[in-house]
């Protein structure tokens, strides 16, 4: 079966996923006439808001934007106990304040610049899951940081370097901090030389398809079977897909996404049909689903 196949009617994908053109009447591939990407219909698009750790001032839902200014101003309050302390505090804190005055302000401008149905992209495919948080195409200090902010921890190094000759740190913390900032660095190296060269095959139009040089898909197998979907407000449902592992628990996929009772059924078949496909539910699991069915049958009758 072809990979367009398996996307249900329903999910079938009608705005360009790169600049939200309506494909209405093109048919399921072909070119958008509005950016000249290409567009087919092997992958479900999804479009809602952020949330958990994907929610901010840029992604959140208008209702949710006040509660997500407000804990970030909340932060700024129970950091005034260590500034009071400090014969600079009040310095601090204005610049604290002003710096993410500024962030505010400059996310909330880059969040009306966008004509896609939500604030984040959610994209299913044979490859994985995505969650792209930015529509608007990486900014150039994002693409500066990413692909030059390598430099920021061996500058870091550096530094250390030079308290520890003048004797502000110990031997102990210096090597600590040293270590860690060197093996941070050169990951940042191997990370933006990667994302460098997907930049470069980038074509100008390429808007929210820029995220793939920065984010990358989560495979099926990584992906927990324990997914969440479920009715939030305003007939939306919310979507959190997890990895677990041993130390933590990250949450690739967690959004507020505009979509249908239909739709979110079909998109619970397709997950698990994505799951399943991977990585086979054990037997013995099905056959205790079955005992259990049937136990449940019996005594009802």
């Given at each position: 079966?072809?990979?367009?196949?398996?996307?249900?009617?329903?999910?079938?994908?009608?705005?360009?996923?790169?600049?939200?053109?309506?494909?209405?009447?093109?048919?399921?591939?072909?070119?958008c006439p509005?950016?000249?990407?290409?567009f087919d219909q092997s992958q479900v698009i999804l479009?809602?808001?952020?949330?958990?750790?994907?929610?901010?001032?840029?992604?959140?839902?208008?209702?949710?934007?006040?509660?997500?200014?407000?804990?970030?101003m909340l932060w700024v309050v129970f950091q005034f106990n260590v500034f009071l302390f400090n014969p600079h505090g009040t310095k601090y804190i204005l610049i604290t304040v002003g710096a993410l005055a500024a962030i505010t302000a400059y996310s909330i401008f880059r969040r009306s610049d966008t004509t896609h149905p939500g604030q984040v992209q959610i994209r299913l495919s044979d490859s994985g899951a995505v969650q792209y948080d930015n529509l608007q195409g990486p900014g150039e200090l994002e693409r500066l940081l990413v692909t030059q902010g390598y430099?920021?921890?061996?500058?870091?190094?550096?530094a250390l370097l030079v308290c520890y000759r003048t004797g502000s740190i110990g031997p102990l913390s210096?090597?600590?901090?040293?270590?860690?900032?060197?093996?941070?660095?050169?990951?940042?190296?191997?990370?933006?030389?990667?994302?460098?060269?997907?930049?470069?095959?980038?074509?100008d139009n390429a808007i929210a398809d820029a995220n793939a040089a920065y984010i990358k898909p989560t495979p099926w197998e990584k992906l927990s079977r324990d997914f969440l979907l479920r009715p939030?407000?305003?007939?939306?449902?919310?979507?959190?897909?997890?990895?677990?592992?041993?130390?933590?628990?990250r949450y690739p996929i967690d959004a507020e996404i505009q979509c249908t009772a239909q739709q979110a059924a079909e998109l619970d078949k397709y997950i698990r049909s994505k799951m399943e496909a991977v990585r086979p539910p054990d037997p013995r699991l099905l056959e205790a689903i079955e005992q259990w069915k049937r136990y449940q049958e019996k005594k009802a009758h």
């Open positions: 079966m072809s990979a367009s196949a398996q996307i249900p009617a329903c999910l079938a994908t009608t705005v360009c996923p790169n600049c939200s053109y309506s494909l209405s009447g093109l048919g399921d591939t072909g070119i509005e950016c000249a990407r290409q479009y809602g808001w952020g949330r958990g750790q994907h929610e901010s001032v840029a992604t959140a839902k208008k209702s949710r934007m006040g509660w997500v200014i407000f804990l970030s430099w920021i921890p061996f500058i870091g190094a550096a210096f090597w600590i901090w040293f270590v860690a900032a060197v093996v941070i660095g050169v990951c940042a190296m191997i990370a933006a030389r990667k994302a460098r060269r997907e930049l470069a095959g980038m074509p939030s407000k305003g007939g939306n449902y919310r979507l959190r897909m997890e990895i677990v592992t041993k130390w933590l628990t």
